[in-house]
C-alpha cells in the first residue's frame, strides 16, 4: 500500500506508551509523535525509535518514518488521535486538542485512572472520545528505546468511529480488544494500579517486588481497602487477570511457593521492569497518584468508608516527589497496618 493511502494517527503525549505505540504502529499507520521540546529532541538525536518486547521482538524505526513534533498543530491532520499523557496533564492536552484537530476525529485515552476519556470528552464536543487501557508495562530505557516488559492486549471502548483502525493495530501486532465494560476495566485496572505507588516506594524491579510475600501483603492492604470502596460506590471491576478481582487479595496473601504456582502469569514480567509511578520519581516528575490510590480515597470519603492504607500511600508518594528513599517491605507493611508486622 502507498504511504499516502495509510491513516494518519497523531500520539500525543510522547514518553514511554506514546514511543512504543508510535514505534510499533508505523508500519501500518503514517504516525505523529508531538511532545515536549527536550523529549523530541533526545529521540531526534537518538536517530528515531527502538521497540523490544518480551518475546524477542524488536526493531528501530528511523527518524524519517516517525514525525516527531513539537507543536500541538501537528494534530491538525490526523484520522486518530491517542492521548497518552499522565492524568495531570489531560486537560491541558484537552483544551490544546480542541484547538486543532478536525471535527469528528476520534480520540482514545490511552491513560491509567477513572476519569480520563471524561475530561477530555468535556473539552471535545462532536468528536468520539473513547476510554482505552495499555495492560502491559512500557520502560523508556534511554530516550527513544521502548521495552515492553509484560503481557496483555490494548483494550477500547467499542465505537463505529474505530472500524478503519482494528486493522492497523491488528497488523502491527498490538491488535485492540473493542469492549462495551470500559468503566469496569478502567476499575480492575486501578485496582493493578495500586502497585504503582509501591513499586515506586521499593525502588525494585517489578518482578523482585511481587516475589516477596510482604510486599504482596502491602498490595493485598491496598486492593482489599479499594474493593470495599468500589462495593460501596456500586462499582465492578472486570476480570482482567485469570483470577476474579475479588481473589486477588488473598491470592497474593499466601506465601511464595503457592503464589508462584497459582499466580505464574502475574510473575511474567522482565527482569527490568518498574511502574510507570516508579520512571515518574527517578526523573523527579510529578506522580500520578491522585489519581490512582487518591481515586480510592476521593471515593471513600464520598461513600463514608475509610481507606486509610490509599491514604498513606498517598502522602508517602508525594513525600517522595521531593525526597527519595527505597522503603523495605517490613517498614511499608508498619506503615500501611501497624502491628501487623
Ligand atoms: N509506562 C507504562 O508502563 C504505562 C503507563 N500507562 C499510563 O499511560 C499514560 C502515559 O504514561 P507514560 O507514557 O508512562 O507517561 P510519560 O510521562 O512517559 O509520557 C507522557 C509525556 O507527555 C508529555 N506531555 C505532558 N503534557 C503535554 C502536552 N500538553 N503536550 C505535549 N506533551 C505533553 C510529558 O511531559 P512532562 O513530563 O513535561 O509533563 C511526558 O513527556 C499514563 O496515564 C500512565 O499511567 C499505562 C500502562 C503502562
Ligand atoms: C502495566 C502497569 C500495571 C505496571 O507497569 C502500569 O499500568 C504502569 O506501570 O503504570
Not at 503514517?30 to 511532545?35: V, W
Not at 476474579?244 to 527482569?271: C, G, T
Request: proline share 7%; aromatic share 4%.
Amino acid at each position: 500500500m502507498s504511504v499516502h493511502a495509510l491513516p494518519r494517527i497523531a500520539i500525543y503525549g510522547a514518553g514511554s506508551v506514546g514511543g512504543y505505540l508510535g514505534a510499533r504502529l508505523h508500519d501500518n499507520a503514517r504516525i505523529t509523535c508531538i511532545g515536549r521540546r527536550r523529549v523530541i529532541d533526545a529521540w531526534r538525536i537518538h536517530g528515531g525509535l527502538d521497540w523490544s518486547d518480551l518475546q524477542g521482538g524488536h526493531e528501530h524505526v528511523a527518524t524519517r518514518d516517525v514525525e516527531l513534533q513539537v507543536d500541538p498543530f501537528a494534530a491538525a491532520k490526523a484520522h486518530l488521535v491517542l492521548v497518552t499523557v499522565k492524568s495531570s496533564a489531560t486537560e491541558t492536552v484537552a483544551r490544546e486538542l480542541a484547538e486543532v484537530i478536525a471535527p469528528g476525529v476520534p480520540v482514545v485515552s490511552f491513560q491509567n485512572g477513572l476519569h480520563n476519556a471524561a475530561t477530555l470528552r468535556e473539552a471535545l464536543p462532536g468528536h468520539p472520545v473513547l476510554a482505552g487501557m495499555v495492560p502491559f508495562n512500557v520502560l523508556q530505557r534511554i530516550p527513544g528505546d521502548f521495552h515492553q516488559g509484560s503481557a496483555g492486549e490494548l483494550m477500547v471502548e467499542a465505537h463505529e468511529s474505530l472500524a478503519a483502525f482494528l486493522p492497523v493495530f491488528e497488523a502491527s501486532g498490538l491488535p485492540l480488544t473493542a469492549r462495551s465494560d470500559m468503566p469496569a476495566v478502567l476499575a480492575a485496572k486501578l485496582l493493578l494500579n495500586l502497585n504503582n505507588a509501591l513499586n515506586a516506594l521499593s525502588d525494585l524491579p517489578l518482578k523482585d517486588e511481587l516475589s516477596q510475600r510482604d510486599w504482596r501483603r502491602c498490595l493485598a492492604l491496598a486492593q482489599r481497602e479499594a474493593l470495599a470502596v468500589f462495593a460501596a460506590a456500586d462499582i465492578h471491576p472486570a476480570k482482567l487477570t485469570p483470577l476474579p478481582p475479588q481473589w486477588l487479595p488473598r491470592v497474593l496473601d499466601m506465601p511464595d511457593a503457592w503464589f508462584k504456582r497459582l499466580a505464574s502469569r502475574l510473575l511474567a514480567i522482565d527482569p527490568v521492569a518498574r511502574s510507570s509511578m516508579w520512571e515518574d520519581l527517578e526523573r523527579g516528575r510529578p506522580t500520578e497518584v491522585d489519581a490512582i490510590n487518591g481515586e480510592v480515597v476521593r471515593l471513600a470519603a464520598q461513600h463514608r468508608v475509610p481507606a486509610p492504607v490509599n491514604e498513606r500511600l498517598v502522602q508517602l508518594i508525594h513525600e517522595a516527589e521531593q525526597t527519595r528513599r527505597a522503603w523495605s517491605a517490613r517498614e511499608m507493611l508498619d506503615q500501611l497496618h501497624p502491628g501487623a508486622v
